[in-house]
């Protein structure tokens, strides 16, 4: 069996490239979704409940929204993050 791919190339210099941390960076986190949201969908679709119509009819409540909030401005952080030459990261 072959081993899985990577997501982050082993060549120094392509890793050096800001631009190519940041389009890693992202497809890291987009993954993650993914994996994370295909698994979902698969574990309700065997139950029998319909994914859309609940995601639809969903309204977060003030717990989830301010958990929401907390992650998107981790992600933006991290974005910046990937952008700073290694030296500039604090």
Same mark, same amino acid.
């Given at each position: 069996?072959?081993?899985?791919?990577? &997501?982050?190339?082993?060549? =120094? !210099?392509?890793?050096?490239?800001? /631009?190519?941390? %940041?389009?890693?960076?992202?497809?890291? $986190?987009?993954?993650?979704?993914?994996?994370?949201?295909?698994? &979902?969908?698969?574990?309700? =679709? !065997?139950?029998?409940?319909?994914? /859309?119509?609940? %995601?639809?009819?969903?309204?977060?409540? $003030?717990?989830?929204?301010?958990?929401?909030?907390?992650?998107r401005q981790r992600f933006i952080a991290e974005i910046m993050?990937?952008?700073?030459?290694?030296?500039?990261?604090?």
């Amino acid at each position: 069996m072959a081993a899985p791919l990577e &997501l982050t190339p082993i060549d =120094s !210099a392509v890793r050096a490239e800001r /631009s190519t941390q %940041l389009a890693l960076m992202l497809a890291r $986190e987009l993954w993650v979704v993914k994996d994370r949201l295909m698994t &979902l969908e698969a574990v309700l =679709s !065997a139950k029998g409940e319909s994914v /859309s119509a609940m %995601l639809d009819a969903h309204q977060p409540d $003030e717990s989830l929204q301010q958990s929401l909030q907390a992650e998107r401005q981790r992600f933006i952080a991290e974005i910046m993050a990937s952008l700073e030459a290694p030296g500039d990261r604090r």
